[in-house]
């Protein structure tokens, strides 16, 4: 007698990450309680599962949700506002000043419910953040029905958030400590850079890390300026600082990472971190091409982020998967440098396995979440098609994404957001840019 479960999804092609490489073609996801309880071919599914709802993709490709490795989702509302200038002019002139008249709860909240609408249109189900008021965010990411990694965001200076360092880690733990039982929700320490935060706080923040088993997220080497102000006022570049203070290991995750020599490859890879790649945005502020040929080469896990839409300027994790496989080509002199099931890769697990998340997310296990997108690889502006992942990373674009799932539960139903009021979102946006444009 066949077993009754929530769903069956039917698909052409199924990719589940895990084993390394696999297309599954003409398989079914048998998903209950939301939750993914078998991957098998399509006869053999209906035979042994009889589903409550059941849904037919025959053009599709179907794969795990992405997992955005590092963001400042609330910076959506500052889209476009401070374009066409280089990292410190663009922070130094333009977004902390717009930060310290407008961010507030209220911001954060409605910043993020918009980035989190757009990220779930393009496939992305999860996304680590770094930004203040986390309660406000959390509120957001559970509105929209989608996961998210918070980051307990520390500075050394005043903020419409906190006062200071010790004042940031005292409201994100609190924060922490009440979403604890949220589970779509999780935490890291999220110190801001090594130019931002002084050693007697990193030494916290390590400390914390150890007792709460919590990744640590942070920038770090994203502009040689960075590394000269380093060695002025430390001695020291900016990773051995880091490295003498306890901030590297297995829980590091290293955003941008992209002015690196030899040895610092060969430390980020032998100490376990992780690095989130945000080729987009590095190319935009021209802060470098990060050598992710090299670290993968040593073993490195590297993930993939979009930063924020203040530098970006959209949350697409497809368009990131094909930067960084490009520039890797480019920057390498070698074709065969991050093919596109590595890109895959890094869109998904390495994701899950830097946040400690890859037991429930970042691919598609029986036991795991049901995190799921749906990408149809008919449109007669993509044809012909004849690996559907490298068309995943070289031809599609989110635009060709129809449905996504968070916990089995639909998010994007025939490319249209559910339960979105995209009236009320757009006042909200409307609203905050009129304030920033009278500021």
């Known amino acids: 007698m066949a077993r009754p479960v929530d769903q069956i999804v039917d698909a052409r092609w199924i990719v589940p990450v895990e084993p390394a490489g696999t297309v599954l073609d003409h398989h079914s996801l048998i998903v209950d309680a939301g939750k993914i309880v078998a991957l098998l071919p399509t006869p053999e599914a209906h035979r042994q599962y009889a589903a409550r709802r059941h849904l037919r993709l025959t053009e599709h490709l179907l794969l795990p949700g992405f997992i955005n490795l590092h963001t400042h989702a609330a910076m959506a509302l500052l889209r476009g506002y401070a374009d066409d200038v280089p990292l410190m002019r663009w922070l130094q002139e333009r977004i902390w000043p717009a930060e310290s008249r407008l961010v507030s709860a209220e911001f954060v909240h409605d910043g ?43 500075f050394e200076f005043p903020s419409a958030y ?71 006022q430390h001695g020291m570049r900016p990773l051995e600082r880091l490295r003498r203070l306890g901030l590297l290991g297995h829980r590091t995750i290293a955003v941008h990472a992209v002015h690196l020599d030899r040895n610092e490859i060969a430390l980020l890879a032998s100490s376990g971190c992780h690095i989130a790649h945000c080729p987009t945005s590095n190319m935009k502020l021209a802060s470098g091409s990060a050598p992710i040929g090299a670290l993968l080469a ?100 989110r635009e060709q994404i129809t449905h996504v799932w968070v916990a089995g539960q639909l998010r994007i139903k025939d490319k249209v957001p559910v339960d979105l009021d995209a009236q009320a979102l757009l006042n909200r946006c409307r609203m905050w840019q009129n304030a920033i444009c009278e500021n």
């Open 112 to 154: 993020t419910l918009l980035a989190c609408w757009e990220m779930l249109r393009g496939g992305i189900t999860c996304f680590n953040d770094m930004y203040f008021f986390p309660r406000a965010a959390a509120a957001a990411a559970m509105a929209a029905g989608m996961r998210a990694a918070l980051g307990i965001t520390v």
């Open 162 to 232: 906190g006062s200071g360092a010790d004042d940031y880690l005292a409201k994100g733990l609190a924060a922490r400590d009440e979403l604890a039982g949220e589970p779509s929700l999780s935490f890291c320490l999220a110190p801001h850079a090594p130019y931002t935060v002084a050693d007697r706080t990193f030494e916290r923040i390590a400390e914390l890390a150890d007792q709460l088993d919590l990744p640590i997220h942070i920038h770090v080497h994203e502009t040689a300026d960075e590394i000269a102000g380093s060695l002025k």
């Open 298 to 397: 040593q073993g490195a896990g590297v993930g993939l982020g979009t930063d924020g839409a203040a530098s970006n300027n959209r949350l697409d994790m497809l368009r990131e998967m094909r930067h960084a496989a490009l520039l890797a080509k480019l920057a390498s002199g070698d074709a065969t440098c991050l093919p596109a099931h590595q890109a895959l890769r890094m869109a998904t697990i390495e994701g899950a396995r830097a946040l400690g998340l890859d037991q429930s997310i970042g691919s598609l296990l029986p036991g795991k979440a049901a995190d799921l997108l749906a990408l149809r690889l008919d449109d007669w502006e993509i044809q012909p098609c004849y690996d559907p992942v490298s068309h995943l990373v070289y031809a599609a674009g």
